[in-house]
Each structure stands twice: as structure tokens, then as C-alpha cells.
């Protein structure tokens, strides 16, 4: 059974509800809405809350805007005795709610919503879970397959993704998947530039008109082919829409989307230190710079994950020793001059399996170096 809370002003209603209910539906009762917050952290998430209106201090109104706010996932559903058509309205726009009834409702009609609400709900899960098995996979492959192509792509797609997740983290933002999805794939388009431009690029130096042309052209050529993985499309959308980033202004007031006003502070950031300027060196010019306008709530962010990284030693270790999570301190390729991974690049569990098979046929040295945390 799926626990549902129900929340009022009236004890003796919830007492009705755990009592006529309690065979089909795990009750939860909490009375007000500050129980109510606080039986959500306590015993959450509750697939279905069912909020009286009008409740003392904190009406019904308000508290489902906070659930909303905090509980995304969970099915609202609003229960008045005042049905006025400015209440419903209310409801639906701050809340969001699944269902608006009438108080008294009678108990088999409580049953039949309740019960189609956890349907939904369980709906919601299985798009979540999709989204984050099925998908997220695609992305890992796409990633995977980018590190065997270019490391030095993906070496510059890591770092931008470090720096957005750790950014998302300080601004406890909700729609994270998105964000880090965008930052982590927003640079898959620089696999089509000759190794002159792209070097040029990764190295910060001078374009020429021409090159300049075919630069500017990555973010396009990104959302093609993220495009094509199903449930993609709002991500390829916004990279794509990467030449935003160009302009002069890309704070709130812009309009831009976050993602992109982050992207366009972070790109900015890994651009200089591409060119050798420490990351607290970069992040102070760009919070003095006048010839662009940022996010100042990204920026303050990113400040912070600038000024918060760990000290780090750089030790040399057999590559059997190589662990997920040590960053490739000294580019590695093989004998043959091959680039496998860059400088900077964080090793994952693939990186490990692909030098250990180059290390056993002795086409690299089995002696690395990568930067560790003290």
C-alpha cells in the first residue's frame, strides 16, 4: 500500500481518514502545515497529499505551493468546503494540484482519486526511472565514446561538467539533470574541427576569420547529433542555442537560461586557464571583467567552487594502481605518439580497462602521473 498524508486544521477529521482509509492506503495524518513539513522529512516522500484550504496561519494554498516546491514528485490534491471558483483557480496555478474536492467527500470517491493518484505517481516514477537509467546511459556511452575519440574533447567536456555539477550544488537547484546534461555534451561538436583549430581552441590562441567560422559552428553540429539519443531533444535544443552565450549580457535580466548563463561563466573560466591562468586568477577577472555582464548568483557560485578545491599533490604510480576519481596529472600516449588521456582529465572505470590493455602490450609506460588530494 502507498502512504498517503492528509493534512488539516481538525483532528478529529484525520482521525476519519485513518479510520476509513487505513485498508487501502498507508494514512499519514498531520495537523497544520507545519507538522505537515515536518512528517515530510521525517517519513517522505508521500506519493499522494491531500491539503485541507482553509487551515489557520498557513492555508492550503501556500502549503501546496511549498510541497511543490519541495516535493515535486509528489500528487496534490486539494480538499475546501468553500468551493470558489478564485480558490480552484488559486490551487491549480501556486500548487499544481491533481484533484479538487468538495468537503464532505464521501469515502468511495476518496478511494477512486487516491487511487488514480498513485497511479500518476507511479507514472511520474517510471519517467524518472527511464529518464535516469535509459537515458543517462546514452549519455554515458556518448561520453565514453567521445574519451576514446578525442581525449582532449573530453578532457575540456569534464572540466566544464565539474564545474557545473559543484555550481548546482551551492544553488541547490532542482533541475540539475538538465544542466549537467547540457554542460557535459556541449562541446561533443569540436570533434569536427581539424587538429589545427581544435589545438588553437584547447590552447586559447588566436582564430582566424575562417577558422573563427567553423568554430562558431560546434554548438550546431552538437545538437545534431545529441538530437538523435530519444529524450534528448530539450538539451540538444539548448546547446544549439550556445551562440547566446556570445553576447555581451547574459545575466538574469537577459533571459537567457540558466544553463547557458552557466555555461557562459564556465566556458569563459576554462578559456583562461587553457591559456595558463590559474582558476583564482580567471574567476577575479572575470568578476571585474566590463565587457560582459554574468549571472552574478552563478558567478558568486562558482567563486566559491573555485576558492573551496582541494589541495592536491601530483605522484607518479603504476597504472594498475589508477583508482576512479585521480586526475591525469601528465598527458598520456603511447609510444607511437598517440594522445590517450589529457592533462586534467579525471580517470573513469573505461579509462582504466583502455591503458591497462596499452600498458600489457607495452605500448605505454607503465609509470603515470595523476594529481591526488592531500
Known amino acids: 500500500m502507498e502512504k498517503i498524508l492528509f493534512v488539516d486544521d481538525e483532528d478529529k477529521i484525520l482521525e ?37 484550504m482553509q487551515m489557520p496561519e498557513v492555508n492550503g494554498v501556500q502549503l501546496l505551493h511549498r510541497i511543490k516546491t519541495k516535493y515535486p514528485e509528489s500528487v496534490r490534491i486539494m480538499l475546501t468546503g468553500n468551493a470558489d471558483q478564485q480558490t480552484a483557480i488559486d490551487a491549480i496555478n501556486k500548487g499544481d494540484i491533481f484533484k479538487f474536492l468538495n468537503k464532505p467527500c464521501p469515502p468511495d470517491k476518496m478511494v477512486t482519486v487516491l487511487s488514480e493518484a498513485v497511479n500518476t505517481y507511479r507514472a511520474k516514477r517510471l519517467e524518472k526511472d527511464l529518464l535516469e537509467n535509459t537515458v543517462k546511459g546514452s549519455i554515458a556511452l556518448l561520453v565514453e565514446v567521445l574519451a576514446v575519440a578525442n581525449p582532449k574533447v573530453f578532457g ?73 539519443v530519444p529524450r534528448l531533444e530539450n538539451i540538444a535544443s539548448l546547446i544549439g542555442r550556445s551562440e547566446l552565450i556570445k553576447s555581451r549580457d547574459t545575466s538574469v535580466e537577459s533571459g537567457i537560461p540558466i544553463a547557458l548563463r552557466m555555461l557562459a561563466i564556465i566556458i569563459d573560466l576554462v578559456a583562461a586557464e587553457s591559456r595558463g591562468v590559474s582558476s583564482v586568477e580567471a574567476i577575479s577577472i572575470l568578476q571585474a571583467s566590463e565587457a560582459k555582464q554574468y549571472d552574478v548568483e552563478v558567478m558568486r557560485a562558482l567563486a566559491l567552487v573555485v576558492e573551496s578545491q582541494e ?29 590517450l588521456l589529457e592533462s586534467g582529465q579525471m580517470v573513469t572505470d573505461s579509462n582504466i580497462t583502455r591503458l591497462l590493455n596499452f600498458a600489457k602490450s607495452h605500448e605505454i609506460p607503465r609509470n603515470i602521473f595523476v594529481s591526488i588530494s592531500e
Open 156 to 228: 575540456r567536456s569534464l572540466r566544464i561538467h565539474y564545474y557545473a555539477r559543484r555550481c548546482l550544488q551551492i544553488l541547490k537547484r532542482n533541475d540539475t539533470w538538465e544542466i549537467e546534461a547540457t554542460a557535459l555534451l556541449s562541446q561533443v561538436g569540436l570533434i569536427t574541427l581539424s587538429n589545427t583549430v581544435l589545438d588553437k581552441v584547447l590552447v586559447g590562441s588566436p582564430l582566424t576569420e575562417e577558422e573563427q567560422e567553423v568554430y562558431d559552428e560546434h554548438p550546431k553540429v552538437a545538437e545534431k547529433i545529441v538530437a538523435k
Open 311 to 339: 589541495e592536491r599533490k601530483v605522484v607518479e604510480i603504476n597504472v594498475a594502481q589508477l583508482e576512479e576519481g585521480m586526475i591525469i596529472a601528465k598527458s598520456i600516449s603511447t609510444h607511437a605518439g598517440a594522445l
Open 16 to 52: 476519519a481518514y485513518r479510520r476509513t482509509l487505513r485498508k487501502n492506503f498507508k494514512v499519514y495524518t498531520a495537523l497544520g502545515a507545519k507538522e505537515a513539513m515536518a512528517v515530510c522529512k521525517k517519513s517522505g516522500p508521500f506519493p499522494v497529499i491531500v491539503v485541507d
